[in-house]
């Protein structure tokens, strides 16, 4: 098979976020909430790109956001952060590529992740919606009874997390400190 490869510097994400806004506002109801938390969770890659190299994120989002916007560009879709030069520029002429197929499973991941959390959240949620009764006799979580995610330890997501993994042949997921996580992408074959 052909490898094929995408700009990097957070251009793909910035613009999978533009385009996503723009559907947005297509939609009506709770799908339009959805497709707008998911694009603006995309722009996490540039920011924290900034972010790791001591940049002004706000500027040079804003910039990357206008170029994107810009329908003059022709070549928008890769416009990236710049981290050398403190600016936007076109990551593809740059030389900042990643695989195709590395991005596309970092999408995929991040976005079972994301289901995989609302999931969870819907099942500690279904509880009390179930059964009133529960929160009268403190079997649902904070009501102390000790129901609810008493068995998971003081990492309930984490641990969540760590089974389903185990389920799928290892763990992809890791903690790094300080509030800070990581999930390896699934690679290439």
């Known amino acids: 098979s052909k490898r094929r490869i995408v700009a990097g510097a957070g251009a793909v994400e910035s ?19 959805l497709i707008e938390a998911y694009a603006k969770a995309l ?15 706000t500027i040079l989002l804003a910039e990357l956001r206008k170029a994107h916007s810009d329908p003059s560009t ?8 710049d981290l050398d030069n403190n600016c936007i520029s076109n990551a593809y002429e740059a030389g900042i590529w990643e695989p195709l197929e590395n991005k596309l499973n ?13 999931s969870i959240d819907e099942t500690v ?11 009268q006799t403190g079997q649902l979580p904070g009501m102390g009874g000790g129901g ?8 309930p997501m984490g641990s969540a997390m760590d089974a389903i993994n185990a389920q799928k042949g290892g763990s992809r997921s890791g903690n790094m400190g300080n509030g800070m996580s990581y999930m390896k992408g699934r690679g290439g074959g």
Do not use: F
């Open 148 to 155: 609810g995610l008493a068995g998971l330890g003081s990492n």
């Open 74 to 81: 022709n070549a928008k879709s890769w416009m990236g952060v």
């Open 43 to 57: 722009e996490v890659i540039p920011r924290q790109l900034c972010h790791n190299a001591g940049l002004d994120a």
């Open 125 to 135: 949620i279904s509880p009390k919606s179930q059964d009133p009764s529960l929160q």
């Open 15 to 33: 613009h999978l976020s533009r385009k996503l806004s723009q559907l947005a506002l297509l939609e009506k109801g709770k799908g339009q909430l």
């Open 106 to 118: 970092s999408l995929s991941a991040a976005t079972e992740a994301a289901c995989l959390i609302l």
